[in-house]
């Protein structure tokens, strides 16, 4: 691994861009702003998933300047969906500070475009090298995938000190001009080609001649990587609440997991129906109906919440309707455009 140069990569991965390069909304535009929400959204989430969401957001926020000015809960319901919700808090974040620091545009150079709230290197490499041609690379789990199969590179990928390191061994070969289209050729190549999973198409790569995993049998032994922690298994009781016309919604800590965003009621730990009863009236609400709505399963990237959800009717919330951490919503409202985590979906249905 340590003979194989990477230069050797570059040539053949813009002739194979150039014919088989996949047709994006966010791709032949030299704009910093919509490389960056694109390059947000698609952490974690398909690309085919990011598309619509990419045309409402940027639809409702067109340039930094109304994402720094967007209110938070519209904020929120625009990345309802997405998941990992800081992202969208960082995102406001860092317009915020091009808005003070930067005249409400992004800078050109990579130390400060990483040194913005939520962009680390991968981001910043991604804007840099599309939007102003700077020959930095933009190395993420697809890129350390590939280039780990090209060159039978056994380092862990998932080790801090494995990426900073694959960042500089292509800085030194990044070419002065196309860095942007290179570094979306090996997007393309891990996204198409050289699949995480299943058969890689080796036939339709344009590395395969010089693939050293290929040459060796061992493209499904790599990449290495330790394997990931357990996730923790929490049970959950969700109580939605409902007076009427309106929902009882709460809201959650400022830190932590889906910090600050609201929810219904979200209890630790399985309770039955009486419990349940007894937990709404130590609210000081008069529960007159519930009704189970079964149970449902929701996958944090450490955490796996396993629900069972009841909805209760009572008499009247109305003193909850501005109660420190409670807020007592319309249905309508909650129709229309209120932000409540997809985590709740199989809970909040009967909005709709």
């Known amino acids: 691994m340590n003979e194989f140069d990477l230069a050797q ?26 490389i960056w929400i694109s390059e947000i959204m698609l952490q974690q989430t398909r690309v085919e998933a990011v598309k619509e969401y990419y045309a409402r957001f940027t639809a409702a926020c067109p340039d930094i300047a109304a994402l720094a000015a967007i209110d938070d809960d519209a904020l929120m319901k625009l ?49 840099c090298s599309i939007a102003y041609d700077l020959p930095v690379p933009a190395v993420d789990g697809n ?8 060159r039978c590179d056994e380092r862990d990928i998932i080790k801090e000190a494995t990426k900073k390191a694959v960042r500089t061994e292509l800085l030194a070969v990044m070419p002065m001009h196309r860095s942007g289209e290179l570094n979306q050729a090996f997007m393309d190549i891990g996204a198409t080609v050289c699949l995480p999973n299943g058969e890689p198409g080796c036939g339709e790569c344009p590395w395969a001649v010089v693939c050293l995993a290929k040459k060796t049998g061992r493209i499904s032994e790599l990449p290495n990587r ?22 009882l919604l709460h809201k959650r ?82 129709i229309e455009g209120f932000s409540i985590p997809s985590a709740y979906a199989a809970y909040m249905r ?3």
């Open 9 to 34: 990569l570059i040539a053949p991965a813009l002739v194979w861009y150039d014919a088989n390069k996949r047709i994006l909304p966010w791709r032949g535009i030299r704009d910093p702003y919509r």
């Open 79 to 127: 990345w309802q969906g997405l998941g990992y919700y800081s992202r969208a808090r960082n995102l406001k974040k860092a317009a915020l500070v091009m808005m003070e620091r930067y005249e409400g545009q992004m800078p050109h150079a990579y130390d400060e475009v990483a040194s913005l709230p939520g962009i680390g290197a991968y981001t910043a490499g991604a804007i």
């Open 143 to 150: 890129v350390l995938r590939i280039l780990s199969r090209v």
């Open 226 to 247: 330790k394997k990931a922690k357990k996730r923790r298994i929490e049970e959950r009781t969700i109580i939605v609440i409902r007076d009427g016309e309106r929902v």
């Open 253 to 334: 800590p400022p830190k932590g997991l889906l910090a600050g965003l609201y929810e219904p009621l979200n209890i630790e730990g399985y309770k039955g129906e009486q419990e349940t009863r007894d937990l709404v009236r130590s609210l000081g609400l008069d529960p007159l109906h519930i009704a189970s709505l079964g149970e449902a399963k929701h996958i944090f990237s450490h955490i796996e919440w396993h629900m069972k959800g009841y909805a209760v009717r009572v008499a009247d919330a109305a003193d909850y309707a501005d109660k420190d951490g409670y807020l007592l919503v319309e249905k309508q409202r909650i």
């Open 350 to 352: 009967d909005m709709r």
